[in-house]
C-alpha cells in the first residue's frame, strides 16, 4: 500500500478524521509539567514541595490520568515564566 493508498484509507475512516483548524482552535492548551519541572532541573519530590502541589496530583498530571484545572493551568503558566517570584512568595516569613 502505497502511502497516498494510505492516506485515502485513512480519510475514508469516518471515526479517524483529521483535526481541522477550526477544531485545533478548540483546544485547550495545558502547560506541559513535565517540560516545566525539567527546565527548572527539579525532581518530582523537589517541584512539589517548591510549589505547594501535592505530589500525587503532580504525578498525575504529569502520566495525563488528570487535566489540571483553570486555576492550576494559571499557576502552571506563572510558575513556568517566573519560578522565582513564585518561590519568594511561597516562602515562609517568620
Known amino acids: 500500500m502505497s ?5 485515502q ?3 475514508a475512516d ?3 478524521q483529521p483535526i481541522t483548524e477550526a477544531d485545533f482552535a478548540k483546544m485547550r ?6 517540560v516545566i519541572r525539567r527546565a527548572l532541573s527539579l525532581s518530582q519530590e523537589e517541584f512539589s514541595a517548591r510549589f505547594h502541589i501535592p505530589l500525587g496530583t503532580l504525578r498525575d498530571w504529569e502520566q495525563g ?3 489540571p484545572d483553570a486555576a492550576a493551568r494559571a499557576y502552571l503558566k506563572v510558575i513556568g515564566r517566573n519560578p522565582q ?5 511561597l516562602e515562609a516569613r517568620p
Not at 502511502?3 to 492516506?7: C, I, L, P
Not at 517570584?85 to 512568595?89: D, I, L, P
Open 14 to 16: 469516518p471515526d479517524a
Open 85 to 89: 517570584a513564585v518561590s519568594e512568595a
Open 29 to 34: 492548551r495545558t502547560p506541559q509539567v513535565k
Open 65 to 67: 490520568r488528570k487535566d
Open 3 to 7: 502511502e497516498g493508498d494510505r492516506r
Open 9 to 11: 484509507a485513512a480519510l
